[in-house]
């Protein structure tokens, strides 16, 4: 296989703007586009500023209920900073920072329920 990275991966939401908003004004993340795909359908995609990988914000998948995607993993180069700014833009995050062996995260979920982790990755596994 000559694969080099992966491009972009979906998260199933109910509301394409909500979840819009949720990504770029929560978590600082630029907006790569929001597209009509024909009379009822969007391509909302986002990513972390200068990230290759980018996320769609998808509502067309039957097999994909909004809330159902968790484990998706943000890397942060502060995380301290970085969850002040969720804490200060009304983001809840669950309980204080947890450490690991490979580094420190913390978890919280987007507007539908969908998991995420914020971590710093450190020693081992970086």
Same mark, same amino acid.
């Given at each position: 296989? &000559? @694969? ?5 991966? /979906?998260? *199933? ?5 909500? /979840?819009?908003?949720?990504? $770029?004004?929560?978590?600082?993340? +630029? ?7 024909? *009379?009822?359908? %969007?391509?909302?995609?986002? %990513?972390p500023h200068? &990230?290759?990988? &980018?996320? @769609?914000?998808?509502?067309?998948? +039957?097999?994909?209920?909004?809330? /159902?995607?968790?484990?998706? $993993?943000?890397? /942060?180069?502060?995380?301290d900073a ?18 690991? *062996?490979? !580094? ?6 987007? *507007?539908?329920?969908? !998991?995420?982790?914020?971590?710093? @990755?450190? !020693?081992? !596994?970086?």
């Open positions: 296989m &000559a @694969t080099t990275k992966v491009q972009l991966f /979906s998260i *199933p939401v109910s509301d394409q703007d909500r /979840s819009r908003d949720f990504y $770029v004004d929560k978590l600082g993340f +630029e907006l790569v586009a929001d597209n009509t795909m024909g *009379p009822t359908q %969007r391509w909302v995609q986002v %990513r200068g &990230a290759e990988t &980018a996320i @769609t914000l998808v509502t067309w998948f +039957e097999t994909m209920t909004p809330g /159902s995607s968790q484990g998706t $993993v943000i890397e /942060s180069d502060s995380l970085d969850v002040v700014q969720l804490l200060d833009r009304g983001v809840e995050v669950e309980g204080d920072i947890q450490n690991a *062996p490979w !580094g420190r995260f913390v978890t919280f979920h987007d *507007p539908d329920g969908n !998991g995420l982790i914020l971590q710093e @990755t450190t !020693g081992a !596994g970086a």
